[in-house]
């Protein structure tokens, strides 16, 4: 089970942090992501880590912006947001996959989800 928090209201130009703890039933994470929707629209890649390495992946529109780590201990993994746009609107899902070959890209090569959470920034 994947737990999303840190969601919320904020102004453009504002900061967030996103958590997403894995719990209950344990699994062997190879790679974590996050994954955004906004209204209307698919379900588009944001970031995704690795969880042996440490590799990282951005989409363009949130590269110099956005970064994920992760904490191996807590099983944890983060997503802190800078320089928020209007445009970063959406529910962010956390998503964890168990094999680390092929592109992190695709939200079907993923094996859990979590329940998301909302973020709207103002502008």
């Known amino acids: 089970q994947l737990v999303e928090s840190g969601g919320g209201l904020v102004q453009a130009g504002g900061s967030l942090r996103l958590s997403c703890a894995a719990s209950?039933?344990?699994?062997?994470?190879?790679?974590m992501a996050w994954f955004r929707q906004a209204p209307g629209k698919e379900r588009e890649f944001v970031a995704a880590i690795t969880w042996t390495s440490g590799n990282t992946y951005y989409t363009d529109s949130v590269k110099g912006r956005f970064t994920i780590s992760r904490d191996n201990a807590k099983n944890t993994v983060y997503l802190q947001m800078n320089s928020l746009k209007p445009e970063d609107t959406a529910v962010y899902y956390c998503?964890?996959?168990?094999?680390?070959?092929?592109?992190?890209?695709?939200?079907?090569?993923?094996?859990?989800w979590g329940q998301g959470t909302q973020v709207t920034v103002s502008s």
């Open positions: 209950g039933r344990t699994f062997s994470t190879a790679v």
């Open positions: 998503a964890a996959r168990t094999y680390n070959y092929g592109a992190v890209y695709p939200a079907s090569s993923y094996n859990y």
